[in-house]
């Protein structure tokens, strides 16, 4: 890891801060571009959103416009008082005819009420308000309710409480100056232990399993044998070994599968399902939008969350001003070398913008064109070999951008909402010498798994030679490697009582 910072420091050093600002501009998702956008309207009145643009030009009928040249002369200069006689106004003067702002994309896929649309967000408590809203129902003294207080802080977001009594109760000596004990600490975990959700606040897996057990068997259900089942086969039952448990507690076959069945209904992870969600991770905002219109693909970008920028009319005024006065004193000389380096901030950001959207484009097109049959007919199978330097050919980008743009980026289909490196994968020779692509095996592998019995699950090798007989050319290696991508588990984990 320290080899691989080293190499992306020495990288970053080679470029300039704007072409360090530009890579990171890339990389921020559709989700998160109106906060950056806003963070720049903040720090730079130069720059204002234009309320008045047009709504249905054409962004993409003109060329970007090139700044560079501009902003390596100003660079050049050093920003102190020195450099006042050096000061070129004149292309501050002039509008730019829409050249700055025209960096808007096509909104095709929006009609007017569906900008006035708002997304539905769950409004929930949160996992720790509902925790604590249930210490009203105990009997506590102010010193057990902070202790209990921070237990429920401690518990993590599966509602696991993976620290031990010992830590807790120094915690409390050494943050919040509360003198307790183990077995007080532990008494008050007993009792959160009792709050809904069954199993919440448990040390590990096997006491969340025996805590909704023993709440079941309290509401008088039968449920004895799989109590004893866990406390002590729990190994074997993780491993599966069903023999050694219908042995060990001498049942027939339909006593252990009722007992595996009352086992298996229990909730690994009792607080999965409670609290607050995170927005950003709860809904995907797509960056772009892939239609099929009679057979002819058509992508758009998402433009929501990028306003319509321009240069300040305020500040083009101020230049003007300063233009027409014959006599400039030092501190009119202060102030217009500050308009002038807002401006070019301003206007490097939009043209930022612009080159950021122009890239997002021609990376997803080449990558709409190379799966071209996919998103006409959302068959994975069909899915063609692709790798980063593919597309970086056909777009002629640094393959290091076409990464950023494939891992940060979603594209929404008539087939769903996909990550654009899910479209990315090697390639696998069949029998005819054709290259097909190890996404397409993993989705044929996929489909053999959940068809299989799973009484008698397929092991890798005979997964391996029922691939082979299709035609494709796999190692028994390979084929296990795949089935963890998949997080699809071994044959025996796999094993059900049926």
């Known amino acids: 890891m320290a080899l691989g910072q080293s190499l992306q420091q020495k990288l970053l050093q080679k470029l300039s801060p704007q072409q360090i600002q530009l890579m990171k501009l890339l990389q921020v998702p559709t989700a998160n571009l109106e906060e950056r956008i806003k963070e720049e309207l903040e720090a730079n009145p130069a720059l204002e959103v234009d309320e008045e643009a047009h709504k249905d030009e054409d962004p993409y009928a003109d060329e970007f416009s090139d700044n560079t040249e501009e902003a390596d002369s100003y660079e050049e200069q050093d920003g102190s008082v020195d450099d006042y006689d050096n000061i070129d106004v004149t292309e501050y003067l002039h509008d730019d005819d829409g050249e700055i702002a025209e960096y808007k994309t096509r909104e095709d896929n929006y009609s007017d009420d569906d900008d006035n649309r708002q997304l539905p967000i769950k409004n ?11 210490l009203g129902l105990l009997a506590l003294t102010d010193q057990q309710r902070k202790i209990a207080e921070h237990i429920i802080g401690s518990i993590d977001e599966d509602g696991y409480l993976r620290r031990d009594t010992p830590a807790l109760v120094d915690d409390l000596a050494f943050r919040q100056n509360i003198d307790t004990t183990v077995e007080e600490v532990d008494d008050i975990i007993a009792k ?6 069954p199993g919440i606040g448990a040390r590990d897996l096997p006491e969340c399993l025996l805590l909704q057990l023993r709440r079941q068997k309290a509401e008088g259900k039968d449920v004895d044998i799989a109590i004893t089942a866990i406390e002590k086969y729990f190994d074997e039952f993780t491993k599966k070994h069903y023999e050694k448990i219908q042995r060990g507690l001498g049942l027939e076959d339909g006593e252990l599968k009722e007992v595996m069945q009352q086992i298996i209904r229990l909730n690994p992870k009792p607080g999965g399902n409670i609290g607050s969600v995170n927005k950003a991770e709860s809904y995907v905002v797509p960056d772009f939008f892939i239609l099929n219109n009679n057979g002819k693909l058509e992508l758009t970008l998402n433009s929501r969350n990028a306003p319509e920028l321009r240069i300040s009319e305020g500040y083009r005024d101020m230049m003007k001003e300063y233009s027409r006065g014959t006599k ?44 071209e049959e996919f998103f006409l007919t959302g068959d994975e199978t069909s899915l063609r070999p692709m790798i980063l330097k593919d ?6 980008l640094d393959i290091s951008t076409v990464s950023r743009v494939a891992n940060s980026k979603f594209v929404q289909t008539e087939f769903g909402t996909y990550r654009l490196k899910f479209f990315f994968s090697e390639s696998l020779s069949t029998d005819s010498g054709e290259e097909v692509s190890t996404r397409e095996v993993k989705k044929i592998l996929s489909d053999m798994i959940e068809s299989e019995s799973k009484k008698h699950p397929l092991s890798d090798e005979k997964l391996t030679e029922l691939l082979q007989d299709k035609g494709y050319n796999i190692a028994r290696r390979t084929v296990a490697k795949y089935r963890e991508q998949l997080n699809i588990p071994v044959a025996r984990l796999r094993k059900e009582l049926v």
Request: glycine share 2%; hydrophobic share 40%; no cysteine.
């Open 124 to 134: 929930e408590a949160s996992f720790y308000d509902l925790m604590v809203s249930q």
């Open 192 to 197: 959160i232990q009792q709050f809904d959700p």
């Open 328 to 371: 400039k004193d030092k501190q009119q000389k202060e102030a217009v070398l500050f308009i002038k380096q807002k401006i070019d901030a301003a206007k490097w950001f939009i043209d930022a913008i612009k080159q950021r959207q122009h890239t997002l484009l021609d990376t997803m097109g080449a990558i709409m064109n190379h799966q």
């Open 391 to 396: 597309i970086a050919e056909k777009t002629h």
